[in-house]
């Protein structure tokens, strides 16, 4: 059940970046907390994080992976690295208003020599570094000074290995094989928990030699008084006659994720959705060509605003963002926005969410893709019409 | 699309119970992060909570719901209360290293008047209060004196009023209904995705008159290396003869959860699993007998443990946990559990999942119902064969 996903020697060599950074930073420890953190860096791969987990970096030495007792078993099972080292606090401790695992947890790393005078980064917008944790690792280690890392680990996964990208690819494969059920789905009378349950379905199912994972984020559809606000998911309306939803989904395998969005008309677009399209994939083509090395985010996010520009539109919201490994609620790694005032050089194998996603009031349009940072411009990973995809109504 | 989901006067009567329990705490406002919290008191429902929100409830006054520009739209659509006073922090400000969104609501409240000296509630184990979050709202009000909320609203939510327990049996009913998808999935030969597959379609189409929502955690299964491990999701393993799986599911409906777990033997169970299902099986039903008001969590517990200690078992770790509106990664409450030390007096329509596993080396067992504590004992909200699940192999 439970084969690490993971090789040895990609771990070890992901530790090694993350020390050099740590280094860079004059950092002597690092407080991980983020599940795609701790995945990437020692493979563990459960539903934990909604309890207090951390993974503690001493700049040497080795690492310690800290969970509830319960979990610590499947941390011997996919945590291929530091899995010796697991503390699990005890069960009894799990939701008090009186003490914290993290109390716990301090003294045991206190135990091991841990407590040592040094500058000790932590996640401060890692989404499951609660408050409450960092008061107490504050409180039972006042020898630290516990600075914000800025996502260093997040950051140093933003440029993907050749077995990252393979991940990718097949996470790529699995987004589009969601989407075409997705398109597959929609019909006059369906309901939107429908389309849910046929694209989670997809999602779980995977293609042949990729088999799916649970993405970060649910399926999400644009439709009806919704169809120019992101972020709502499904409820129980039909699909009526001559409308439009937009689909956003992710494939995942291996917790590695490839998001895609399209909008479909059922039936007759309205005129001004198709114009819309058009502008839209026109500036999601310009963006595309130019995420090659040596360029900037802020190159890609300039030739998208040129095409709308030229047709009186504009985006306030950012273009893409870097992706990879996932965990609820997030696909995104939180580092570089493809926006005007990111000037990242970009690099081959970085891999970006490019979503033009064009919101008006009362209807929308949305075309993403996940690619990959190459020569020449972007090698796009997912495969989906890149337009307004119309499904004709009998 | 967005009809709201609770009505007004449920939502108004719900923020005069959580401001009495301000007055009892003497708390002069209460920075509520948690999705579940805030949907509890607002109506606010949207894939959102990635970046930063919050809603500010002041003693007196309106409430202030703050959130991304982008879904601020999505606030308005939703959060039936409160609406006309969301703060949409504009989009330049998600993932920054050198400012952070709360930086600007800090802003906000004070232009409005909330940088008032007091002492002021934080969640300090919400998973989407981020020390970031909490750092820049120190800095940006230090008129604050900012004190852990000790879960106060997760405390209001336990007793649940009539409409809601309407949503908790609509709940049960879908999370019956993908058990029974689950069930029938498991053949030898299927792999584990392809099970996930079907219960997640089913826990999305829900059953007539209950359309389902998305669970707060995804499906999982206990199954070959990993069936004594919890917490572990699906992989490409396939259902083998004369093995067995334990399955932990949620119906979810309108956000309100019923988890459910059963373990499946496919073919002949071992006399051990067999043994330990049966004594499991007694002890849970010992425990929710007792689960009616006036009696205690450690009462239930109690029960459970006699029944258990006289087969030589003990569990360690808590037999349930209070349940109601969920968003990811948990659909527990965080506030009452079923545990030896817990004298938390029970009242009537207080809702629990009892969860009765046992993770033996090597292999598992887990019953479990999603309850109403009600005169007499357990109002049992899920519908699944209590016992060992045997599936015959052709």
């Not at 020697?9 to 020390?19: M, S």
């Not at 109390?103 to 407590?115: F, I, K, P, S, T």
Request: proline share 6%; net charge negative; hydrophobic share 45%.
């Amino acid at each position: 059940m439970t084969a690490a996903l993971v090789a040895p020697a990609e771990l070890d060599a992901r530790l090694e970046r993350v020390r050099a950074a740590m280094r860079g930073a004059e950092l002597d420890g690092l407080l991980v907390a983020d599940p795609a953190n701790i995945f990437y860096l020692s493979g563990y791969n459960a539903w934990s994080f909604y309890t207090p987990q951390l993974l503690f970096v001493p700049l040497e030495g080795e690492p310690v992976l800290a969970m509830r007792e319960m979990d610590a078993l499947g941390a011997h099972r996919t945590a291929i690295r530091y899995a010796d080292g697991v503390l699990g606090y005890p069960e009894p401790l799990v939701h008090r208003p009186d003490t914290h695992p993290m109390v716990w947890v301090a003294e045991q790393l206190r135990e091991r020599g841990h407590a040592r005078r040094g500058r000790i980064g932590f996640e401060g917008d890692a989404h499951f570094f609660a408050v409450r944790s960092y008061l107490a690792l504050r409180e039972g280690i006042p020898e630290w000074d516990l600075v914000e890392s800025r996502e260093l680990v997040n950051w140093v996964r933003l440029v993907k290995s050749d077995f990252e990208i393979g991940e990718m690819r097949a996470a790529g494969r699995v987004a589009s094989a969601a989407m075409r059920a997705a398109v597959d789905a929609i019909e006059e009378g369906v309901p939107l928990y429908e389309l849910a349950a046929r694209v989670q379905a997809a999602q779980a199912r995977g293609v042949a030699g990729a088999d799916g994972d649970y993405p970060a984020i649910v399926p999400m559809f644009l439709y009806g008084d919704g169809a120019d606000t992101p972020h709502l998911t499904w409820t129980d309306e039909r699909f009526g006659a001559d409308t439009a939803v937009s689909i956003e989904l992710a494939g995942a395998h291996h917790r590695y994720h490839a998001p895609l969005a399209r909008t479909v008309a059922l039936g007759r677009p309205s005129p001004e959705l198709e114009r819309l399209a058009a502008v839209t994939v026109e500036g999601l083509d310009a963006a595309l060509a130019v995420l090659e090395p040596g360029r900037t985010p802020a190159d890609a996010h300039a030739a998208f605003s040129r095409v709308l520009a030229g047709h009186g539109l504009e985006k306030r919201s950012r273009l893409g963002y870097s992706i990879g490994i996932g965990f609820p609620p997030d696909w995104g790694e939180r580092t570089v926005s493809l926006r005007a005032d990111d000037r990242t050089e970009l690099r081959e194998n970085m891999t970006f969410h490019v979503i033009a996603g064009m919101w008006m009031t009362g209807y929308g349009f949305e075309a993403s893709e996940s690619v990959r940072v190459a020569p020449g411009g972007a090698d796009v990973l997912t495969d989906a019409p890149r337009r307004l995809i119309v499904k004709e109504t009998p």
